[in-house]
C-alpha cells in the first residue's frame, strides 16, 4: 500500500469514528420550558472561550474535584451530572468515584467538547458515562435522573440563566444539590459576584444551603438545594440586577 493511500485509509477511519462518537451524543430528554418565557439577565454573559481552565496537575495539585465531592458529599453509586463539562476534567474523576453503580451525565452545549470527551472517556475505558448535547437555556436532561449537579466556572457562561436554571429543575431528585464553582469577579470577567449568584437561583426558588472557600485559586462552591413543591410561574421569575457594577 502506497503512503498516499495508507493516509488516505487512514482519514477515512478517523473520519467514521467521529461520526460514531457523534451519533452517541444527543439530547436525553424532551425539550423543557422556551426561553422566551424567561426574562434575560440584567448582567453581562461571559463568552465560552476554552474547554479548560488550567491544568488539571495545578487543579490536581488543589485537589479540586476532591474539595467539590467532599463538600457535596458525593459517594458511590450515585449519578451526577457534570454540567458544562469542557473537556472532562471532573466528568473522569467523577467516573471513578461514583463507580460501577452510578453514573455520570456529561452535559455541555458544545459538540465538539463532547465529541473529544467521548473519545477520552472511550480511551479510560469508563463505561459509567452518559453525554447529553444541550441548549442555552436547557440542559436536556431525564427527569428525577440527578442526585447533584455540579456547574464548575461556567455558570457565567450561560447566557439565559433563568431558563437553564428551571429547566434543570426536573432533573433533580428530592434531596438533589447542585454545587456551583466560580470566582468573586464580574460575569464580564469571568466570574459571578456570590451575592448576585445567590439572588439569580433565588428568583427560580433554589434555596441556599452552603458557600465553601475553595483551596488556592479556585473560588467558592455555592450550594443550593431545589425548591420545594411545585416550581414557581417563569412569568413570575423577576430577573436580578448586577449589584457587583456591570463592567
Not at 39 to 53: E, K, T
Not at 78 to 83: E, Q, S
Request: proline share 7%.
Amino acid at each position: 500500500m502506497t503512503p498516499a493511500r495508507a493516509a488516505t485509509l487512514t482519514l477515512l477511519v478517523a473520519f467514521a469514528a467521529t461520526r460514531a462518537y457523534a451519533a452517541d451524543i444527543g439530547y436525553l430528554a424532551p425539550p423543557g420550558v422556551a426561553a422566551n418565557e424567561f426574562p434575560s439577565p440584567r448582567r453581562p454573559v461571559a463568552q465560552i472561550v476554552n474547554p479548560r481552565r488550567a491544568t488539571e496537575e495545578h487543579r490536581d495539585g488543589l485537589n479540586e474535584a476532591g474539595q467539590i465531592a467532599r463538600l457535596l458529599e458525593l459517594k458511590p453509586g450515585m449519578t451526577v451530572g457534570d454540567i458544562g463539562a469542557g473537556n472532562g476534567y471532573h466528568t473522569v474523576r467523577l467516573s471513578h468515584l461514583v463507580g460501577s453503580a452510578g453514573s455520570v451525565v456529561a452535559q455541555d452545549v458544545t459538540r465538539d467538547f463532547l465529541v473529544e470527551l467521548a473519545k477520552r472517556t472511550e480511551l479510560m475505558k469508563l463505561t459509567n458515562v452518559r453525554f447529553a448535547l444541550g441548549e442555552p437555556h436547557d440542559p436536556r436532561l431525564p427527569a428525577s435522573s440527578l442526585d447533584a449537579a455540579i456547574l464548575v466556572h461556567m455558570y457565567h457562561e450561560i447566557a439565559q440563566p433563568y431558563a437553564f436554571l428551571y429547566n434543570l429543575l426536573p432533573a433533580l431528585k428530592r434531596g438533589a444539590r447542585v454545587g456551583i464553582v466560580d470566582l468573586e469577579l464580574p460575569t464580564s470577567k469571568h466570574g459571578t459576584p456570590i451575592e448576585l449568584l445567590r439572588c439569580e437561583l433565588a428568583a427560580v426558588g433554589y434555596r441556599a444551603v452552603a458557600t465553601y472557600e475553595l483551596a488556592g485559586d479556585g473560588g467558592y462552591l455555592a450550594v443550593f438545594s431545589p425548591p420545594e413543591g411545585a416550581a414557581r410561574s417563569p412569568r413570575d421569575i423577576v430577573a436580578c440586577g448586577d449589584r457587583a457594577r456591570r463592567r
